[in-house]
């Protein structure tokens, strides 16, 4: 059985940061946050797969978030910097049992977290 914790959301003006944290227990390979805003379709946000460390980001986030996760592999963060308020949203982590991440879909992630909550005011 796979569960995520999330941590680290809150409320930031425009240009601050966040580090949002996700606790993993039981084993998961391509792990992966995604956020979602009602009345929206969910985006990914970012992977990384463990195998290799190899990450990916949407085109939205590159270059602002960072995802990495400690040598142990079982917490898994993103990195937020330069935050805009089009960044407001619930942030979840996700991760899927497969050999590989496959992208950043919704149906890419087996076990999804509770999420956390990022507001960015401008």
């Known amino acids: 059985q796979v569960q995520l914790v999330e941590s680290g959301g809150g409320s930031v003006q425009a240009g601050g940061s966040l580090r949002l944290s996700c606790a993993v227990s039981?084993?998961?390979?391509?792990r992966a946050w995604v956020r979602h805003v009602p009345g929206k379709e969910r985006e990914g946000v970012a992977y990384?797969?463990?195998?290799?460390?190899?990450?990916y980001y949407a085109d939205s986030v590159k270059g602002r978030f960072t995802i990495s996760q400690d040598n142990a592999k079982d917490t898994v963060y993103l990195q937020m910097n330069n935050l805009k308020p089009e960044d407001t949203a619930m942030y979840y982590c996700?991760?899927?049992?497969?050999?590989?991440?496959?992208?950043?879909?919704?149906?890419?992630?087996?076990?999804w977290g509770q999420g956390t909550r990022v507001t960015v005011s401008s």
């Open positions: 996700a991760v899927n049992r497969w050999a590989r991440c496959y992208g950043l879909r919704s149906s890419d992630y087996q076990y």
């Open positions: 990384i797969f463990p195998g290799d460390d190899s990450t």
């Open positions: 039981g084993w998961s390979n391509c």
